[in-house]
Antibody, heavy 126, light 107 residues
Framework: QLQLQGSGPGLVKPSETLSLTCTVS??????????WAWIRQSPGRGLEWIGN???????HYNPSLNSRVSTSVDTSKNTFSMRLTSVTAADTAVYYC??????????????????WGQGSLVTVSS | EIVMTQSPATLSVSPGEGATLSCRAS??????LAWYQQKPGQAPRLLIY???STATNIAARFSGSESGTEFTLTINSLQSEDSAIYFC?????????FGGGTKVEVK
């Protein structure tokens, strides 16, 4: 049974960097048919896709966050991570780490999300 | 960015009744649409992908359909455990985007 467990600080100060890690268990993060994503949810912004990463390192980011977000994958630890710089109160949200299904060579077509972690509440406040 | 518009915002139905939830895409997205169910305090759960394919372990009373840029989630014979918020999401074009959700109350 696939499990995604997010971890990271629940409180981040404005202007600092939010860092989250997701530990994947029950399957290999290097599986060719899957990609890994971060999605956040807040009352004001609803569900917002942040970005995707494939085990090869190929990434896609939401342009609204592009200059502030980066993701990485550690295949030896079966984890993937996200960093969001210069946070403000608007970045307060529940952050989900998610698995997505893909098809085609090098995960050319990134499709729907099939497994979600339980979510981590991150509050930006001084 | 493709805007996904869901309607209605809230739907109240009695047990055993059916429900039809709508999702409209601002641009053509082929059948690259998924539906998710989210209960309070839980993460979203995949119900439908590819507009009409039912995800693993999802009850047969959930079905999806498409007509152009209009997508529909149909829930037959609603049960109390179907009370939740339902979201649509397009994965046709970056950035992936979600609808605002339809809250379904079964009472």
């Amino acid at each position: 049974q696939l499990q995604l467990q997010g971890s990271g600080p629940g409180l981040v100060k404005p202007s600092e960097t939010l860092s989250l890690t997701c530990t994947v268990s029950g399957d290999s993060i290097s599986g060719p048919d899957y990609y890994w994503a971060w999605i956040r949810q807040s009352p004001g912004r609803g569900l917002e896709w942040i970005g995707n990463i494939y085990y090869s390192g190929r990434t896609h980011y939401n342009p609204s966050l592009n200059s502030r977000v980066s993701t990485s994958v550690d295949t030896s630890k079966n984890t993937f991570s996200m960093r969001l710089t210069s946070v403000t109160a608007a970045d307060t949200a529940v952050y989900y780490c998610v698995r997505g299904i893909c098809s085609g060579y090098n995960c050319y077509d990134m499709l729907h999300f099939d497994y979600w972690g339980q979510g981590s509440l991150v509050t930006v406040s001084s | 960015e493709i805007v996904m518009t869901q309607s209605p915002a809230t739907l109240s139905v009695s047990p055993g009744e059916g429900a039809t939830l709508s999702c409209r895409a601002s641009q053509y997205i082929k059948n690259n649409l998924a539906w998710y169910q989210q209960k309070p305090g839980q993460a979203p759960r995949l119900l439908i992908y590819g507009a009409s394919s039912t995800a693993t372990n999802i009850a047969a009373r959930f079905s999806g359909s498409e007509s152009g840029t209009e997508f529909t989630l149909t829930i037959n014979s609603l049960q109390s455990e179907d009370s939740a918020i339902y979201f649509c999401q397009q994965f046709h074009t970056w950035p992936f985007t979600f609808g605002g959700g339809t809250k379904v109350e079964v009472k």
